[in-house]
């Protein structure tokens, strides 16, 4: 009997060694995420230092800089008033591309800002679709859920995208949860009723109605991250103004 509690006691201890290298481990991972982004951003990023900016005088971006470092860089993006959301936009030959890769080609859990392979790269699709981890610290998209909390949309209603031709802006018109195979992750539509009807279907499912007009002559984003329960939780934008560089 001794050697048997032994034999258990000894299991557990290494259940819980292998757990707690585990658990480790991510922190670690969420740290050096943290860690490159960050410092990307000191680099490449200017935040203009007036108090009441317009939408596109929040920063500028050295895309050269970043396209020196890697040619999928194709934009950066913002959610307005909110500093947890500052990230390269990078698109892969594929989606798997970046899942788990960060710019600078290394290996990292919390992947990068990736925007569909199928989308074309300067945004000027009618329907756009972007992708970001729901890390648990908060980074990439994981402020997102945050907006079915009350106050939140209206503090941070707009999300911005720089590109090396312009700044577009985005006005936030509704968020929900959905399958990862859900209509909302087709893509390839023109301007015209099915992309309509696509649209109303967004705005009717939206966890609120935000108030925001949006019809088939309309660019539009999502934002779309993993869920706690296993599923997605999605972001809609429709484009609102845009400045050229």
Not at 36 to 47: A, D, F, Q, W
Not at 182 to 210: H, M, P, W
Not at 227 to 244: D, K, M, N, Y
Request: with cysteine; charged share 20%.
């Amino acid at each position: 009997m001794k050697k048997r509690n032994g034999g258990v006691v000894l299991a557990a201890i290494v259940v819980i060694g292998i757990g707690a290298v585990i658990i480790g481990y991510q922190l670690w991972q969420d740290v050096t995420a943290a860690s490159t982004y960050e410092k990307l951003e000191m680099v490449v990023v200017t935040k203009h230092s007036v108090e009441t900016p317009a939408w596109y005088e929040q920063g500028s971006v050295d895309f050269a800089a970043l396209s020196k470092e890697n040619s999928d860089v194709v934009g950066w993006i913002w959610i307005d008033g909110l500093e947890d959301v500052s990230y390269p936009i990078l698109q892969g030959a594929d989606d798997e591309t970046y899942l788990h890769q960060d710019l600078f080609g290394q290996k990292l859990k919390a992947g990068s800002i990736f925007l569909e392979a199928a989308n074309a790269r300067d945004f000027s699709d009618w329907y756009s679709i972007i992708y970001g981890h729901n890390m648990r610290d908060g980074s990439m998209f994981g402020t997102l859920k945050n907006y079915r909390e009350e106050g939140f949309y209206e503090a941070h209603s707009f999300f911005t995208i720089a590109t090396p031709q312009g700044m577009y802006h985005y006005k936030i018109f509704g968020y929900e949860e959905v399958a990862e195979d859900d209509v909302v992750y087709t893509i390839g539509f023109g301007a015209d009723d099915n992309y309509g009807e696509f649209l109303q279907k967004l705005l009717t499912r939206s966890y609120r109605d935000c108030g925001v007009e949006v019809t088939q002559n309309d660019h539009v984003i999502t934002l779309s991250t993993c869920s706690s329960t296993g599923r997605r939780f999605v972001v809609h934008g429709v484009l609102q103004e845009t400045h050229a560089n």
